[in-house]
C-alpha cells in the first residue's frame, strides 16, 4: 500500500504565506510525476503545480510568481511554498503521485489539507 499524507494548510491572512508538504510512504519502489491539485467549495478540482522526478514544473496561471513546488527524492516528499496568498485561494489542497510498487504503476492521492486565506 502506498499513502500520501498533506500536512502545513492553516488559516492566514491575505499576503501571507504558508508552505505545504506531502509525504509518501509504504511500498513505493518509483515516485515519478507528483502534483498538487486543489478543490474550493462549489467548484471543480484543479491543477495547481506539477514537479517531474527530474525537477521540471509547470504551474496554474493563476498562481505563477507566487507559488514554488519543489521536491526531495530522497525522501519522498513534495512541497508546496505559497506567497501573497489571496482570498481566492482558499481551498482543499490534495498532492498525487505516480508511483510504481512493484506490480503496478497507478495515481496516489493524499487525504487534503485546508488552507483558508482571510481578506
Known amino acids: 500500500q502506498v499513502q500520501l499524507v498533506e500536512s502545513g494548510g492553516g488559516l492566514v491572512q491575505a499576503g501571507g504565506s504558508l508552505r505545504l508538504s506531502c509525504a509518501a510512504s509504504?511500498?513505493?519502489?518509483?515516485?515519478?510525476?507528483m502534483a498538487w491539485y486543489r478543490q474550493a467549495p462549489g467548484k471543480q478540482r484543479e491543477l495547481v503545480a506539477a514537479?517531474?522526478?527530474?525537477?521540471?514544473?509547470n504551474y496554474a496561471d493563476s498562481v505563477k510568481g507566487r507559488f514554488t513546488i519543489s521536491r526531495d527524492n530522497a525522501k519522498n516528499t513534495m512541497y508546496l511554498q505559497m506567497n501573497s496568498l489571496k482570498p481566492e485561494d482558499t481551498a482543499v489542497y490534495y498532492c498525487?503521485?505516480?508511483?510504481?510498487?512493484?506490480?503496478?504503476?497507478?495515481?496516489?492521492w493524499g487525504q487534503g489539507t485546508q488552507v483558508t486565506v482571510s481578506s
Open positions: 509504504g511500498s513505493i519502489f518509483i515516485v515519478n510525476f
Open positions: 514537479i517531474a522526478s527530474g525537477g521540471s514544473t
Open positions: 498525487k503521485a505516480h508511483v510504481y510498487d512493484n506490480r503496478a504503476w497507478f495515481d496516489a
